[in-house]
């Protein structure tokens, strides 16, 4: 699971304007980070554009997923994920950051033709979301659960196994009275023969 791009988009008027953007391109060879840069900006605008005002969507394009979220301020939230990513997690993600962004920027900052605005919050969110359970506390309540419960049952399998072995010993106990009381039998048989005079 990895996010490769967190961007915020003015979508009111054609051609869409990145506002502000944060890509992570580790994963690709330095001589085509550029390329995938650009290509990530080039398709959220134009998922951006296509999104509208209060409008969540999810774009399936080859192995990437587009989360967008339209706000009726003018501004679209994109985030470029695997397809591996939760839907969920990105869209609280996305409503984060545009809740955070629009407290920061009133509307009046991005209506000039070029506005330059600045969000340094969102390197921070790229790297901090790479696991999804930071995003969406539903699913880090469930992978808790899940490794609790992964604990219970190794607790439940070991006392089994030791309820087994107590079962086991139990019967060689059982095994060797038996065997116990027919040794003394027949040492009694043996010595009433002998009889020293």
């Known amino acids: 699971m990895k996010l490769y791009y967190i961007g915020i988009i003015k979508n009111e008027e054609r051609p869409a304007q990145e506002l502000c953007a944060e890509k992570d391109l580790s994963s690709y060879s330095r001589f085509t980070r550029e390329n995938y840069g650009e ?31 339209g706000r ?23 409503s984060k950051v545009l809740d955070e962004f629009l407290a920061k920027n009133p509307r009046s900052s991005f209506t000039s033709p070029n506005p330059q605005l600045n969000f340094p919050e969102l390197k921070e969110y790229i790297t901090k979301y790479q696991d999804p359970a930071q995003a969406d506390s539903i699913m880090k309540i469930q992978k808790e659960l899940d490794e609790t419960k992964i604990v219970l049952h190794k607790t439940i399998e070991s006392v089994l196994e030791r309820g087994e ?3 086991s010993l139990v019967q060689k106990s059982d095994g060797l009275s038996a065997q116990s009381k027919m040794f003394y039998t027949q040492a009694k048989k043996q010595n009433s023969c002998c009889i020293v005079m």
């Not at 296509?50 to 990437?64: C, K, L």
């Not at 695997?82 to 996305?94: G, K, S, T």
């Open 39 to 69: 290509f990530m900006s080039m398709f959220a605008k134009t998922v951006a554009e296509r999104t509208r005002p209060g409008q969540r969507q999810d774009v399936e394009e080859r192995s990437y997923t587009f989360h967008a979220y």
């Open 165 to 167: 072995k107590i079962d």
């Open 72 to 94: 009726s301020e003018g501004v679209a939230g994109i985030i470029i994920s695997d397809q591996d990513y939760p839907a969920l997690a990105a869209h609280q993600l996305l």
